[in-house]
């Protein structure tokens, strides 16, 4: 089983900024990839940012240039970042953490999901 637990959501007004934590603990040793989603009242869930423990981060092409992942690791917890800058009011949602882990044979692993309980992030003046 993965924990994770966000912080770091509020209001904030046009243009500003906010930096999202999410941290990661327990069974981490297959922990493929993390990643944020947001949900906006009346949207479905919808990618942000997508994290790998190896390669490439990606963002959704809404949020690219403003927004920013890290990931820090150490041997008992993962934290992922989320720091967003010029703020819309259109990034308002809740913003869910979520991690995958890989597990099983090699040649055909299974995947496990797990959630956050989700941030609210409000932009607005």
């Known amino acids: 089983q993965v924990h994770l637990v966000e912080s770091g959501g509020g209001l904030v007004q046009p243009g500003g900024s906010l930096r999202l934590s999410c941290a990661a603990s327990?069974?981490?040793?297959?922990?493929?990839?993390m990643a944020w989603y947001r949900q906006a009242p009346g949207n479905q869930r919808e990618l942000v940012a997508s994290?790998?423990?190896?390669?490439?981060?990606?963002?959704a092409d809404s949020v690219k240039g403003r927004f920013w992942a890290t990931m820090s690791r150490d041997n008992a917890k993962t934290t992922v970042d989320l720091q967003m800058t010029s703020l819309k009011p259109e990034d308002t949602a809740v913003y869910y953490c979520?991690?995958?882990?890989?597990?099983?044979?090699?040649?055909?692993?299974?995947?496990?999901?797990?959630w956050g309980q989700g941030t609210q992030v409000t932009v607005s003046s």
């Open positions: 979520n991690a995958v882990t890989t597990w099983g044979p090699v040649e055909a692993p299974s995947t496990s999901d797990y």
């Open positions: 994290i790998p423990t190896v390669g490439t981060y990606n963002y």
């Open positions: 327990g069974r981490l040793r297959g922990l493929a990839s």
